[in-house]
């Protein structure tokens, strides 16, 4: 039955989640212990019932083959809701995974048969292949076959026609690429700012997406003025004494884990008030930030500027970035003082592989002094030299995350892409993968 006041299908339409389970990892005590965001084995069935990945899908524990099957049938089910995920980069992640791999998709779907060369267990894939057959629709197949091909910007508002909004926890520049490209022209909103140290906010405004509201109940919160989180001993105050418009690291004491004035780097803006509650917005992470010479720039300035240079290259668009300073460059690759930025970028074009010249990689530096005043104050001085750009390879990025991952305790659904490289080693192995 069609609801015309809404025009969906049914009020009880799906939901697409994008999700990789986390297998939990045992302390010294022998306590498991997973993130947050970590689902209960019983609460699989119960999203099946929701969502249009069948239970067998939330079994898969690796993140190509989970992005896989949740677009399958994602892309089966003409009339969802929502597209959700419970943090965005797994979100663009999965929907890298469709753009890339939606010709043997389609194969999956006609032939009734999940492909051979996924990684997924037996069982799983008996499964899934039954799900397949029960929902095979062969002109559903055909006129995702006709959207696909006319390429994947604004793709999800194509192929679903009665989808509402995307959804998930972002706190970096991954909504602002997904709105670029697939979830063009749909509203992305972020229902509340968490973390594994708790809940921070919850967004009570469809037309802010990225203001919360701090929950007093949750948590006890306190603030550090900005200048001051370099300081031994900063000025911490409590949420009455923040003044709108001015930036604060957050601290967090959290009885219920043992959290006690735990500094966890995320730098916010008092934006408004909710009654005598502040309303915050999320501005960068403090240890994300490239600060050579005091000029702090922030994650977004870099990210701005590389778009804007990205747009004027042929038939170009950024895959992913990230960026460190000088220092940590290996004796061979690195000039002599003053110290610059070292930015890696991949990018990915209409018409195959696309290396960039030097007058291109210029152009990035000319446009992060632009936007950022203290990067170029330095850089009229002489105190910091010209940036080092060095273009990633195709899938470079793809790579480096299963470096990340493979050598720490992060899980799939947590990893965020480092915006500023940290170790020696990090950098060696992304110098590896671009360019000569």
């Not at 048969?113 to 629709?137: G, H, K, M, W």
């Not at 594994?196 to 007093?216: A, I, K």
């Not at 884990?257 to 500094?263: D, K, P, T």
């Amino acid at each position: 039955m069609e609801d015309k006041r809404f025009k969906l299908h049914s009020p009880l339409q799906r939901s697409l989640l994008v999700y990789c389970p986390s297998t939990p990892r045992p302390e010294e005590a022998g306590i498991p212990v997973g993130p947050v965001s970590m689902l209960e084995k019983s609460h699989k069935k119960i999203l099946a019932a929701f969502t249009t990945t069948p239970s067998a899908g939330y079994d898969i524990l690796t993140e190509f083959e989970s992005g896989y099957v949740h677009m399958l049938f994602g892309i089966c089910d003409r009339y969802i809701a929502s597209i959700e995920s419970p943090f965005t980069p797994l979100l663009l992640s999965a929907f890298q995974v469709l753009e890339k791999h939606w010709p043997q998709m389609l194969n999956d779907l006609e032939t009734g048969c999940i492909s051979s060369t996924l990684n997924i267990p037996d069982d799983v894939r008996l499964e899934i292949n039954n799900q397949i057959t029960a929902r095979f629709v062969p002109q559903r197949i055909q006129f995702l076959r006709r959207e696909f091909e006319k390429g994947f910007v604004g793709i999800a508002k194509r192929i679903w026609p009665t989808l509402q909004y995307f959804t998930s926890i972002n706190l970096g520049t991954s909504n602002e690429e997904l709105g670029r490209t697939y979830a063009k022209g749909l509203l992305q909103v972020t229902s509340a700012y968490a973390g594994t140290e708790g809940l921070f906010g919850v967004n009570r405004s469809l037309t802010r997406p990225l203001w919360y509201t701090l929950v007093p109940a949750a948590l006890i919160y306190e603030f550090i003025p900005v200048e001051q989180s370099g300081d031994a001993n900063p000025k911490i105050i409590f949420g009455d004494s923040v003044k709108v418009g001015e930036q604060y690291e957050m601290v967090v004491s959290n009885p219920t884990c043992g959290l006690y004035r735990f500094r966890f780097g995320d730098v916010i803006k008092v934006v408004d008030f909710y009654n005598t509650t502040p309303v915050i917005e999320f501005q960068y992470r403090y240890g994300q930030i490239l600060n050579l010479r005091g000029e702090k720039v922030d994650e977004s300035a870099v990210y701005t500027s590389i778009l804007k240079c990205v747009k004027k290259w042929p038939s170009q668009r950024l895959v992913d970035f990230t960026s460190a300073e000088s220092d940590l460059l290996p004796d061979g690759e690195r000039n002599a003082e003053p110290g610059y930025y070292v930015i890696f970028i991949e990018i990915k074009g209409k018409d195959g592989e696309y290396v960039l010249t030097a007058d291109e990689k210029s152009t990035i530096d000319s446009a992060l002094c632009d936007q950022a005043f203290a990067y170029k104050s330095y850089r009229d001085k002489g105190s910091i030299a010209p940036m080092d750009v060095r273009q990633v390879k195709p899938n470079g990025f793809a790579e480096f995350k299963k470096y990340i991952l493979d050598n720490s305790t992060a899980s799939v659904t947590q990893f965020k892409q480092p915006r500023k490289l940290k170790t020696p080693e990090m950098v060696a192995f992304l110098l590896q993968h671009t360019f000569e």
